[in-house]
């Protein structure tokens, strides 16, 4: 089976800009959850999907969103970029969520100038 | 709210010693703890897990052991190899229906050969 995926690998983006991240889950996996990775903060959840449905959220502002499409795919947006949103953005899958394992995939480092 | 801690920070062992990581969890209805490994510019892998319902588990060189009472939980790495230098982390769940992983701070073990 193949792992999870996610892309791109590495996105550069200015103050102000908008990105759009993509998680492919690990095939019958229908939970995807996101967490945030940077050297000060840790890994800190973002929010999870199961079944086009947002199940789970972090503390983190409205301009970070998300969704989920038919086939488990799932897309995070962040708007009006800032410098601190500069990190490892990772996507994990499960079958369904909850207590289940999590498998990661290799991340989306972004740099925000 | 929910919190993780996890000790030591940074750990150099020399090849062949054991390695012990600890993480302390404040939620008393966690009852999944995972252990992941992160090498460079890769997201984390799974390398063993625990239920709440079991005290220790093992597989080859790693172990882990619960013990809910304290509500604390380790990693022990034997005979240590090179390949096993990176940076790991532990997770307990937060419960109250909005199951999700609380990452710790991550330790990151240099073998030394």
């Known amino acids: 089976k193949a792992g999870v995926t996610q892309t791109p690998r590495y996105l550069i983006k200015t103050r102000g800009q908008q990105v759009t991240l993509s998680c492919s889950p690990i095939?019958?996996?229908?939970?995807v959850s996101w967490y945030q990775q940077t050297p000060g903060q840790g890994l800190q959840f973002l929010f999870e999907?199961?079944?086009?449905?947002?199940?789970n959220k972090g503390n983190f502002p409205g301009r970070f969103s998300g969704r989920q499409f038919s086939n488990s795919r799932s897309e995070m947006n962040v708007s009006t970029l800032e410098l601190g949103d500069s990190a490892l953005y990772l996507c994990?899958?499960?079958?369904?969520?909850?207590?289940?394992?999590?498998?990661f995939g290799p991340g989306t480092r972004l740099l925000v100038l | 709210g929910e919190n993780v801690e996890q000790h030591p920070s940074t750990l150099s062992v020399q090849e062949g010693d054991s390695a012990v990581i600890k993480c302390t969890y404040s939620?008393?209805?966690?009852?999944?703890f995972p252990w992941y490994k992160q090498e460079l510019g890769k997201g984390p892998q799974l390398i063993i897990d625990?239920?709440?319902?079991?005290g220790e588990k093992k597989d080859q060189r790693i172990a882990v052991t619960l013990n809910k009472t304290a509500k604390h939980f380790s990693l022990h790495i034997t005979e240590t190899q090179p390949e096993d230098s990176a940076v790991y982390f532990c997770?307990?769940?937060?419960?109250?229906?909005?199951?999700?992983?609380?990452f710790g701070t991550g330790t990151r073990l240099k073998v030394l050969a």
């Open positions: 994990a899958s499960s079958l369904q969520g909850g207590l289940e394992t999590q498998y």
């Open positions: 095939s019958g996996h229908r939970s």
């Open positions: 999907y199961f079944s086009e449905t947002q199940r």
């Open positions: 939620d008393s209805a966690s009852n999944y």
């Open positions: 625990i239920r709440s319902n079991v």
């Open positions: 997770a307990g769940t937060s419960s109250g229906g909005t199951y999700k992983y609380i």
